[in-house]
């Protein structure tokens, strides 16, 4: 495939509720004004604060960006559940909510639990549509609905990597987030698979917004760039992404549990520590390796570079990550706003 000149990406901000409530708000408002258009706030009840609480106050303390979970599961948050509180949020800002659902991470794994299927996956973002838009959904032999006024226009984003769950989002999605690494054959065959989805449902490739998930971080030290990424390439490789890794030219054998890294080692508390012990398996030539392929890691023009090439694939929009979980992302905010948008826009 040749890329072509794409339009102007936009861009979302991952804030993870750590912190009090006031000051997840205020990051909002420092996303907005620093040109995000998204506030993402992700959902793992052992980890951060309540996704729905925090999402409401961001949209009390903000105008114009949106906000989104990213994302939930309907596995702690039955559909109905999760119907009523988009709905709260939608009331609170109409037009700038976005449900974000997807298997499930540490917020089921850390239960015990087991990830959506993907059948389920189907119905569950049925009932959920059905219900906001003011329809009945059988429960237990009997016919129930959630009372008040329907809401329209909330998107419905599903996040996947796998190419079944990219197609079933590219099927029945508004939005997918798209967890495949910036690395141009990822991104190509991730967008191979939404688009045979889409045609199922009628649609093409360019009637959803495909947001691309990337992890970023602004920094002129080479060895820093190399050292940060390293957890998250472990967790890649917890999870059975061998293939994906090989093609950024990394082999590595990684236990399923670290110990001494709680509570995993994608949500590490101490992302320091934790880089460290990922050096066990990772080496510095593979974590600039990984922060190369899958990250925007590296100065502001190195990142802007990495982003740009993304956008000409088809990309419409970016899920921005920090690293650490345990971190509101205001230092990124300011940087990633003042020295890598500029240069894409």
């Known amino acids: 495939?040749?890329?072509?000149?794409?339009?102007?990406?936009?861009?979302?901000?991952?804030?993870?509720?750590?912190?009090?409530?006031?000051?997840l708000k205020d990051a909002a408002r420092a996303a907005e004004s620093a040109g995000f258009e998204v506030a993402w706030f992700p959902d793992s009840q052992f980890i951060w604060r309540d996704v729905w609480s925090t999402m409401t106050a961001a949209a009390l303390g903000t105008s114009a960006i949106r906000v989104g979970s990213c994302v939930t599961t309907f596995e702690t948050r039955h559909p109905s559940v999760t119907a009523a509180a988009a709905r709260t949020v939608a009331e609170i800002a109409p037009g700038r909510t976005i449900l974000g659902v997807g298997s499930g991470d540490s917020a089921i794994k850390l239960l015990g639990m087991r990830p959506t299927r993907l059948a389920e996956m189907r119905q569950h973002i049925y009932t959920v549509r059905r219900l906001l838009a003011g329809g009945a959904c059988e429960f237990g032999g009997r016919e129930v609905r959630i009372h008040g006024q329907a809401v329209d226009g909330i998107p419905v984003y599903m996040a996947a990597s796998g190419p079944k769950a990219l197609q079933l989002a590219g099927e029945v999605a508004d939005g997918v987030i798209v967890l495949a690494g910036l690395s141009p054959p990822l991104i190509e065959q991730a967008l191979g698979n939404i688009?045979?989805?889409?045609?199922?449902?009628?649609?093409?490739?360019?009637?959803?917004?495909?947001c691309l998930g990337a992890f970023c971080h602004i920094t002129d030290d080479p060895l820093?760039?190399?050292?940060?990424?390293?957890?998250?390439?472990?967790?890649?490789?917890?999870?059975?992404a061998a293939a994906s890794l090989r093609l950024a030219g990394i082999e590595i054998e990684v236990p399923k549990v670290v110990k001494g890294v709680y509570p995993d080692m994608t949500h590490a508390e101490d992302w320091a520590q934790a880089a460290e012990v990922a050096g066990q398996w990772v080496s510095d030539d593979d974590g600039r390796r990984y922060a190369d392929a899958f990250c925007a890691v590296g100065t502001a023009e190195e990142c802007a570079a990495r982003l740009r090439r993304a956008a000409e694939f088809g990309v419409s929009s970016f899920y921005i990550r920090g690293f650490p979980s345990y971190e509101l992302p205001l230092d990124l905010i300011e940087a990633f706003g003042s020295r890598v948008m500029p240069a894409l826009r």
Do not use: H, Y
Not at 195 to 210: F, I, K, T, Y
């Open 224 to 240: 820093e760039a190399a050292q940060v990424a390293k957890p998250v390439c472990v967790g890649l490789a917890q999870i059975g």
């Open 195 to 210: 688009r045979a989805g889409a045609e199922r449902s009628g649609r093409r490739l360019e009637d959803l917004d495909v």
């Open 1 to 23: 495939m040749t890329p072509e000149r794409a339009p102007a990406p936009a861009f979302g901000i991952r804030i993870p509720p750590c912190r009090n409530v006031r000051a």
